[in-house]
Nanobody, 128 residues
Framework: QVQVVESGGGLVQAGGSLRLSCTAS????????IGWFRQAPGKEREGVSC????????YYVDSVKGRFSISRDNAKNTLYLQMNSLKPEDTAMYYC?????????????????????WGQGTQVTVTS
């Protein structure tokens, strides 16, 4: 049985930092590109960042470039998202997703292949 579990969310002031983690079990972790989505109340789910299976490629939506950093440890089946210089508009539920592939679209958003697994999410709230 596949489990994908996020952690590390919380309440932080604007300008602060958080580090999200996502640990997966029951799947071959390095078979997948892994990344993060977020969804704020009343808004569509948005792909934030993605990393290829071997960490050779990393992609970010334009709104987080220079502030967020994605990484993975395949030996630990774990994905990370270091979020710095947080803004109130980063407030959302953050979800981990395992995908067949991902890439940077020329218009700045992230293209995702088939998303095979989702986590349950971790809440990030940034106060002004």
């Amino acid at each position: 049985q596949v489990q994908v579990v996020e952690s590390g969310g919380g309440l932080v002031q604007a300008g602060g930092s958080l580090r999200l983690s996502c640990t997966a079990s029951g799947l071959t972790f390095d078979d997948y590109a892994i990344g993060w989505f977020r969804q704020a109340p009343g808004k569509e789910r948005e792909g934030v960042s993605c990393i290829s299976w071997n960490s050779g490629s990393k992609y970010y939506v334009d709104s987080v470039k220079g502030r967020f950093s994605i990484s993975r440890d395949n030996a630990k089946n774990t994905l990370y998202l270091q979020m710095n210089s947080l803004k109130p508009e980063d407030t959302a539920m953050y979800y981990c997703a395992a995908s067949t592939e991902c890439a940077q679209h020329s218009r700045g958003y992230i293209y995702w292949g088939h998303i095979a697994y989702w986590g349950q999410g971790t809440q990030v709230t940034v106060t002004s």
